[in-house]
């Protein structure tokens, strides 16, 4: 059995951390009379893979084309927030701390100066 180098045994080592699935099987790349073996990965954290098609290489690679369907729908997935600072409400800020903020940042000099006034 051949030592693992420790490059290897840390990419390894993510995969099963993060819990990763590895759904390529069949060898990926063959050339001549070497052995064939499998070089291209798909990884994912979910299994979500209905197939994979192993395809012939493209023009004079030795890399077989993957093709894979997959089910997902982009409603099960949280897109995140995505803050709109324009829309806030600066006047009912102001009246909640209860400055006058016009004339408060009036005696700053420079933006620098507000900001520190501010905070």
Same mark, same amino acid.
């Given at each position: 059995?051949?030592? !693992? %180098?420790?490059? $290897?045994?840390?990419f390894l080592e993510v995969i099963h951390k993060? =819990?990763?699935t590895q759904h390529t099987r069949n060898t990926t790349r063959s050339r001549g009379i070497s052995e064939p073996s499998i070089l291209d990965l798909v990884l994912s954290d979910e299994i =979500?893979? $209905?197939d994979i098609d192993?395809? $012939?290489? *493209?023009g004079k690679s %030795?890399? $077989?084309? *993957?093709r894979f369907s997959f089910n997902f729908s982009s409603s099960d997935k949280c897109?995140?927030?995505?803050l709109n600072y324009a829309k806030g409400d600066y006047v009912g800020l102001c009246k909640h701390? %209860? !400055?006058d903020s016009e004339l408060y940042l009036a005696q700053h000099n420079n933006i620098e100066d507000m900001w520190t006034a501010f905070k």
């Open positions: 059995m051949e030592a !693992i %180098d420790p490059h $290897s045994k840390e993060n =819990f990763l =979500f893979f $209905s192993y395809l $012939s290489p *493209l %030795d890399h $077989s084309v *993957l897109l995140g927030e995505q701390m %209860d !400055i």
